[in-house]
């Protein structure tokens, strides 16, 4: 018997509840289930389970980096050497997460092999975080600095429609 896909196990409930909390991850029970139209010992119920499943994998609060004084926020394009390929990788990415300046590390497949998100102070800092930190790490062979400028995040729950 063929296992249905996650997505197919979701219904328009799971759906609203999803697109809810993506909305406003701290709306309390009782306002989550109204508005997806269900009972609010449902509603707990329902979060519950997705939770278990693993389709909420969690809950978090988005920080304005420039309140905390690191307004200027960049993407770091990394290439690392060639040779031990896995232990280059595992390396680097534990190396990157140790930093307070990173945001977010993406391991990718394509020119880079990670995309290393950091916000720090001013374009100084950024140099010096850069140089000492990334491009200094002995499995970097190349790095690609790109200033954000602005950006939107958008919610994943529209894939689920």
């Given at each position: 018997?063929?296992?249905k896909?996650?997505?197919h196990?979701?219904d328009e ?8 909390l ?6 309390t029970?009782?306002e989550l ?12 119920g ?13 809950f ?6 420039a309140?905390?004084?690191?307004g ?19 390396d ?35 140099r ?12 970097v ?8 400028f602005?950006?939107?995040r ?7 429609s």
């Amino acid at each position: 018997m063929e296992r249905k896909s996650l997505r197919h196990e979701l219904d328009e409930v799971d759906r609203r509840l999803i697109a809810a909390l993506v909305a406003d991850g701290r709306i309390t029970n009782a306002e989550l289930a109204a508005r997806a139209g269900i009972a609010p010992s449902t509603a707990h119920g329902r979060v519950q389970s997705l939770l278990e499943r693993g389709v909420i994998s969690g809950f978090t609060a988005t920080v304005n980096q420039a309140k905390l004084g690191s307004g200027l926020q960049a993407l770091v394009g990394v290439t690392l050497g060639s040779g031990a390929r896995q232990a280059s990788i595992t390396d680097f990415a534990d190396h990157a997460r140790e930093f307070p300046e990173v945001v977010q590390v993406f391991f990718l497949g394509g020119v880079d092999d990670f995309m290393v998100h950091v916000a720090v102070a001013d374009s100084s800092a950024l140099r010096r975080f850069v140089v000492e930190n990334i491009s200094g790490h002995p499995r970097v062979a190349s790095t690609r600095t790109n200033i954000i400028f602005d950006y939107h995040r958008s919610a994943v729950v529209d894939s689920f429609s």
